[in-house]
T-cell receptor, first 110, second 113 residues
Framework: RKEVEQDPGPFNVPEGATVAFNCTYS??????FFWYRQDCRKEPKLLMS???SGNEDGRFTAQLNRASQYISLLIRDSKLSDSATYLC???????????FGGGTRLMVKP | GAGVSQSPSNKVTEKGKDVELRCDPI?????LYWYRQRLGQGLEFLIY????????KSGLPSDRFSAERTGESVSTLTIQRTQQEDSAVYLC???????????FGSGTRLTVV
């Protein structure tokens, strides 16, 4: 079983739609959680950290369920510019090491 | 500097030649990581440096791959006797610790012909 699993997609949604991505992780000792965004032929960039109580940044909402070892990202009112691959990222037992999921590809259509 | 800097941005090399890739981390970041990303694939961990501790080399795919870092400064990733399967984007990242996430450089696109 992979340490961090994501549905690779692609998710094809119209502009203005709400879309949700899910991610599961296997290491119950993980302490830090993130969503990264990677545009085509670019490096990954931190989108947002994920906090235990859930957190929101504009149109983006992240949730963490430690009991189920599950992380989610909700994007409201999708924009064309949201088209990218979204990476679920979890820290490992080693503390400083992050483990990256394979990514979920989102395509927002006009 | 303001971000993680990698050089060269693109490198085309002949099969069998050695290549050296460079990474300048963000000043003050004690941790430095190298990843490889093949076209259309996910990130593949290669090696991790934390301060002056022994590096975690568990991701290096073969003994043709090696990396060095002096203290908390520049790192170089060396690939000897390059093969076509080494063609990929090599990404470097740095962080104060993994709890705060990584900042990636823009990568070196390596093409072995």
């Amino acid at each position: 079983r992979k340490e961090v699993e994501q549905d690779p997609g692609p998710f094809n949604v119209p502009e203005g739609a709400t879309v949700a991505f899910n991610c599961t992780y296997s290491n119950s000792a993980s302490q830090s959680f993130f969503w990264y965004r990677q545009d085509c032929r670019k490096e990954p960039k931190l989108l947002m950290s994920v906090y235990s109580s859930g957190n929101e940044d504009g149109r983006f909402t992240a949730q963490l369920n430690r009991a189920s070892q599950y992380i989610s990202l909700l994007i409201r009112d999708s924009k064309l510019s949201d088209s990218a691959t979204y990476l679920c990222v979890v820290n490992s037992n080693a503390g400083n090491m992050l483990t990256f999921g394979g990514g979920t590809r989102l395509m927002v259509k006009p | 500097g303001a971000g993680v800097s990698q050089s060269p941005s693109n490198k085309v090399t002949e099969k069998g030649k050695d290549v050296e890739l460079r990474c300048d981390p963000i000043s003050g970041h004690t941790a430095l990581y190298w990843y490889r990303q093949r076209l259309g694939q996910g990130l593949e961990f290669l090696i991790y440096f934390q301060g002056n501790s022994a590096p975690d080399k568990s991701g290096l795919p073969s003994d043709r791959f090696s990396a060095e870092r002096t203290g908390e400064s520049v790192s170089t990733l060396t690939i000897q006797r390059t093969q076509q399967e080494d063609s990929a984007v090599y990404l470097c990242a740095s962080s104060p610790t993994g709890y705060y996430g990584y900042t990636f450089g823009s990568g070196t696109r390596l093409t072995v012909v």
